[in-house]
């Protein structure tokens, strides 16, 4: 068990809806990353929040955003679903800003039909 | 934001002793290397990590040379449970603004 926490777990929407996915970090961990997983893809990093501010952007769609909150849990809200967005979404945390160690979350497997 | 290049996939044995190596060959002064295991289905987890020549922990073995422009990750006595993907990562350790790249990673398979 990494510590953190992702919820819900599995999620099955139609095209053009939006979802969003929780995420609670580490105890004490200040940053939270966001990670897309297609079938049989590697990971692709869409952001970074530090401290409830954005650090870092990958390739993240205008379609999806984040936050982080006071409390340091995040949220990654995906809008205009396509089915091509369906995929595992990680979560991780760390205690420092840049390349520390990151302690993912079990993901959350989104299904778009 | 350093690139790194592994190979693609492994093959090995049960009870061998298993070397991945990446290379990243514009690494910056303040960067470390950071190794990950990954299970179908489930996040990656943290391995090990180096700055430079040796580290060592209970799972596996870091060599890193002085030139710092690739790193070999050692597993020794490998299981079928080691069957995975490892990720090779490298970053600056402390500052912000760091955009991590996992990179396709090496699926390694274990045979009995």
């Known amino acids: 068990d990494s510590g953190v926490t992702q919820t819900p777990k599995h999620l099955i929407t139609a095209t053009g809806q939006r979802v969003t996915l929780r995420c609670s970090p580490r105890?004490?961990?200040?940053?939270v990353y966001w990670y897309q997983q297609s079938l049989d893809q590697g990971l692709q990093f869409l952001i970074q929040?530090?401290?409830?501010?954005?650090?870092a952007k990958g390739n993240i769609l205008e379609r999806f955003s984040a936050q982080q909150f006071p409390d340091l849990h995040s949220e990654l809200n995906l809008s205009s679903l396509e089915l091509g967005d369906s995929a595992l979404y990680f979560c991780a945390s760390s205690a420092l800003a840049g390349t520390d160690t990151q302690y993912f979350g079990p993901g959350t497997r989104l299904t778009v039909l | 934001l350093a690139k790194t290049t592994q190979p693609i996939s492994m093959d090995s044995y049960e009870g061998q002793e298993v070397n991945i190596t990446c290379s990243h060959n514009n690494i910056a002064t303040n960067d470390y290397i950071t190794w990950y295991q990954q299970f179908p289905s489930q996040g990656p987890r943290f391995i090990i990590q180096g700055y430079k020549t040796k580290v060592t922990n209970e799972v596996a073995s870091l060599f890193i040379p002085a030139d710092r422009k690739s790193s070999t990750l050692s597993l020794p006595r490998v299981s079928l449970s080691d069957t995975a993907v490892y990720y090779c990562?490298?970053?600056?350790?402390?500052?912000?603004?760091?955009?991590?790249?996992f990179g396709a990673g090496t699926r390694l398979f274990v045979k009995a």
């Open positions: 990562l490298v970053g600056d350790r402390y500052t912000g603004g760091f955009k991590t790249i």
């Open positions: 929040y530090y401290n409830g501010e954005e650090r």
């Open positions: 105890s004490g961990d200040l940053s």
